[in-house]
């Protein structure tokens, strides 16, 4: 029968077979690429190079630092959780040495309210009015806690030996600040700490899918990168700066100041930029005597909204503006990394070509079963295709369940099986948004802060990692 008396369906099953190899052959090279860095996991592990260090918790809570430290937290309308943050973070972390700096925009006066009501006199905080109307960018914000800092260090005549950075929704670790403190003492210029997100309420499928993505990302990725000795992007949370390093970065910064104010990922820049400068940066993972993580915890967007909100922007700066930004320095492995960093977007693409995929499909076998058109015969070169994508995909998820009860426990690792159409839709939905929103940049459209809201903040109802420090002579 020839193409122009074709009827619908022998149409659709074109269609059909031609997103079948597409997809196919682009879900394999995913695979294959994920894989690999499983591979190099699981080498690293065996042969002792990924072994998660071990600290007594409550011994580096309480002991003095090495150097004075500053921590920094930009704030833009962030009144519901800032106090908590503020009063969790004095209380756990008592060393002297520390001064905690938070910005917040002069037309913000609920932030601002909330973070004096959380002072208790302690003469360690720190209230940096920005001199502009918010929101601008977090990195704006950032540059105005850096000058904060130097205006500071100035007037003392005493320089911070680190900066570390945090956000207004954190939880820290007891333990955190004195192992950045080690690791920066110990001769590294950049110290990033896992981020480990909380299950909630609702907590099976939106809000909770960062668990399961940052358990692969921070128990396996971030360890083959530092293993293979590609550049640490910073989680932006957690982390810890050389102070000398950041007058580095500010020296070669618009204005010597060491962030770029129209830049949408800023943290993701920050580590990548500290090592393009020769810096030595460490990925920082170990686990207290509770076998819980040294890390920074936080309840992550629940709504629908604000997830694609923060997918995108994250898509956005990452794998769109990363190429114009930081582009391909380095040898293989930084460009092995950087390109798994960039592969959202056409990730979004592949996953749209196989959710349709899937639809026609169903559509195609219903109408067989009614006799109204041929079911699709495969080849067998179609056939060893799926077959050994669908191999992949039980490994995947293997994985995913895998490193997610390690850190949950086994329930929450099912869940996060479960969670994967959940976390593919939302990453099809973030990756459009973010090629729109990228074209626009073009047209002219500034960044701002499209900044992800927090309403609750976990050392409201988690008890167990805010001990009061047992310390003398401090608070």
């Given amino acids: 029968m020839s193409v122009e008396n074709w009827d619908l369906w022998q149409w659709l099953a074109v269609v059909q077979h031609e997103l079948l190899l597409f997809a196919g052959v682009f879900f394999l ?49 962030e009144a519901d959780v800032i106090a908590d943050t503020i009063q969790h973070m004095l209380r756990v972390w008592p060393q002297r040495a520390l001064r905690l700096y938070v910005g917040i925009y002069r037309n913000d006066a609920d932030t601002l309210e909330a973070a004096m009501s959380a002072a208790y006199g302690d003469s360690r905080l720190r209230l940096v009015i920005h001199d502009r109307a918010g929101p601008s960018t977090k990195a704006d914000c950032l540059n105005r806690l850096y000058q904060a800092v130097r205006d500071d260090e100035a007037r003392a005549g005493e320089r911070f030996a680190m900066l570390v950075f945090h956000d207004a929704e954190d939880m820290v670790d007891p333990a955190g600040l004195g192992l950045l403190d080690w690791a920066i003492a110990d001769g590294a210029h950049f110290a990033q700490l896992p981020v480990e ?3 909630q309420a609702a907590r099976h499928w939106l809000g909770s899918h960062y668990c399961e993505e940052f358990a692969e990302a921070h128990g396996k990725a971030m360890v083959v990168r530092s293993a293979v000795g590609a550049a640490l992007p910073a989680a932006g949370v957690g982390c810890g700066v050389e102070r000398s390093m950041l007058d580095t970065l500010a020296e070669r910064g618009e204005n010597n100041l060491p962030f770029d104010p129209v830049s949408l990922t800023e943290d993701y820049e920050l580590g990548l930029n500290i090592a393009a400068r020769g810096g030595e940066c460490r990925f920082v993972r170990a686990r207290g005597e509770d076998d819980l993580l040294v890390a920074t915890r936080a309840y992550f967007p629940s709504q629908l909204a604000d997830v694609v909100g923060q997918k995108t922007r994250w898509v956005h700066g990452i ?16 460009s092995w990394m950087r390109a798994r960093d960039r592969r959202g977007p056409l990730t979004a693409i592949v996953l749209l070509f196989g959710y349709t995929l899937l639809l ?38 293997v ?14 690792g099912v869940f996060a099986v479960m969670r994967i159409p ?21 047209a002219g459209h500034s960044a701002t802060w499209d900044k992800t809201p927090h309403s609750h903040h976990p050392a409201q109802s988690i008890k167990g990692l805010a001990k009061p420090p047992k310390i003398a002579g401090t608070r």
């Fill in 399 to 412: 994985m995913r369940f895998a490193f997610t009860a390690r850190n949950y426990g086994l329930a929450e």
């Fill in 360 to 397: 026609l499909t169903v559509l195609l076998a219903t109408a067989a079963n009614a006799g109204w058109t041929e079911p699709m015969k495969l080849t067998p070169a179609l056939v060893a295709l799926l077959s050994v994508n669908l191999g992949f995909f039980i490994w995947r998820a």
């Fill in 29 to 77: 090279i995913g695979a294959l690429d994920d894989v690999a860095v499983d591979l190099s996991w699981l080498w690293l592990k065996l042969t002792g190079r990924a072994r998660t260090g071990r600290v007594d918790r409550e011994k580096l809570q309480c002991n003095e630092l090495s150097g004075p430290a500053a921590i920094v937290i930009p704030a833009w309308n």
């Fill in 319 to 334: 794998a769109l503006q990363g190429w114009d930004r930081t582009g391909w320095a380095g040898g293989i492995a930084e």
């Fill in 197 to 199: 997100p909380l299950p």
């Fill in 422 to 442: 959940v976390t593919n839709v939302i990453s099809i939905m973030a990756g459009r948004r973010a090629l729109f929103a990228y074209a626009r940049t073009f």
